[in-house]
């Protein structure tokens, strides 16, 4: 049997961070992305995941149908990720003013014409799944300091809190804001999970 691609354990650096900060220098990663604004409980946000992993599934399911994509290989689809400001820097409590970019990494071998095969495979099969603002897009992140956040979305706070002391410790700036985002992965399913058991990735952008 051939083995699927895990991002996560084969790219541990980047999924798989210590439960204390870390820098990091992000390599440029392809992914599917959506925009919005507000809150993450929202039927905007929803729907803005569900179209996400509607494509993500449409492409690694590519391999049973007619559309044979150059260098397919066997993957685990990848986390949901998100990005988050809130005109200036990132305010936990802002939620109503958030600005997010929610996405998914795409394999290697996705290109724009793979990526508008899979929107116009998802528009015709599920036409109740709106992907028309969904962009492929090749992401450079640049150096962050991240860590891995165990427990509840609510104390995220405080894992930043130890994360900017590290920065403060290192002579690294925290430029998180409306361009460099406050970058969460989510490698829990919170449907599934208790919310003192949720993994979060955690990512600042700094100079």
């Known amino acids: 049997m051939t083995s699927k691609l895990d991002y996560k354990k084969e790219y541990k650096d980047l999924y798989l961070p210590p439960k204390k900060p870390v820098t990091i220098t992000v390599p440029p990663i392809s992914f599917i992305m959506l925009d919005g604004k507000g809150d ?10 569900s179209a996400l992993y509607s494509l993500s599934f449409t492409i690694k399911m590519s391999k049973m149908g007619s559309e044979k994509i150059d260098g397919y290989f066997e993957y685990v689809v990848p986390p949901l990720e998100g990005l ?19 996405m998914i990494r795409q394999p290697e071998f996705v290109t724009e014409d793979v990526f508008q095969w899979a929107v116009e495979s998802v528009h015709r099969k599920k036409p109740e799944v709106d992907v ?16 891995m956040h165990i427990g509840p979305y609510a104390t995220e706070p405080a894992t930043v809190e130890i994360m900017q002391q590290y920065m403060e ?20 399913d919170p449907r599934k999970t208790k919310p003192e058991n949720l993994k979060t990735v955690l990512r600042h952008p700094v100079e």
């Open 132 to 147: 028309s603002k969904v962009e492929f897009v090749r992401f450079d992140e640049g150096m962050c300091v991240q860590m």
């Open 84 to 102: 988050w400001s809130s005109d200036g820097p990132f305010d936990f409590n802002k939620r109503d003013k958030w600005t997010w970019t929610s």
């Open 40 to 49: 993450p409980n929202s039927r905007e946000y929803q729907n803005a995941v």
């Open 169 to 188: 410790e290192n002579g690294l700036i925290d430029v998180t804001g409306d361009i460099r985002r406050h970058h969460e992965i989510y490698l829990s």
